[in-house]
């Protein structure tokens, strides 16, 4: 999928790619995507962001093609634990979950920096593709 493409289909995920394909599919709650949409928003880097995009674009495509009929896939419920877990335990730091999640503290520090390393390398050769998307994901939550 080329750059142009994946942010074209940004503009209906409010940047939360696998997030918001899990909620299109009845697997992901539209609260947590709120909440993960506003933390994302408010608290990721745009390395980070763009990092997360470069493989979480591919993936959902891979998704969509593969598994649109067979959500009950383990392909599809492995991913969405990890989404899960990411999405409990950053319910917990902005106040909505009283207990943390063990799983998605690690999906956090392991993603979100594998993320930031990515994104960090490739910005320069896709930030003026990401520019316009950046503007908008930054400022069309919060």
């Known amino acids: 999928m080329k750059t142009a493409e994946m942010l074209e289909a940004l503009e209906y995920t409010n940047g939360r790619v696998?997030?918001?394909?899990?909620?299109?599919?009845?697997?992901?709650s539209a609260e947590d995507l709120a909440i993960d949409t506003q933390f994302s928003v408010q608290y990721?880097?745009?390395?980070?962001?763009?990092?997360?995009?470069?493989?979480?674009?591919?993936?959902?495509?891979?998704?969509e093609k593969n598994y649109r009929n067979n959500t009950d896939s383990l392909f599809v419920k492995t991913i969405r634990i990890i989404a899960q877990a990411r999405a409990n335990e950053i319910a917990h730091q902005v106040g909505a979950r009283s207990r943390g999640d063990v799983l998605g503290k690690i999906v956090r520090t392991v993603g979100e920096s594998a993320?930031?390393?990515?994104?960090?390398?490739?910005?320069?050769?896709t930030e003026e593709k990401f520019k316009h998307w950046l503007s908008v994901y930054s400022s069309k939550i919060g």
């Open 18 to 28: 696998i997030c918001t394909w899990l909620r299109n599919n009845g697997l992901f």
């Open 44 to 63: 990721l880097s745009d390395n980070t962001k763009i990092g997360y995009w470069l493989w979480a674009c591919p993936l959902v495509q891979y998704m």
């Open 115 to 125: 993320c930031f390393v990515l994104g960090s390398v490739a910005r320069p050769f």
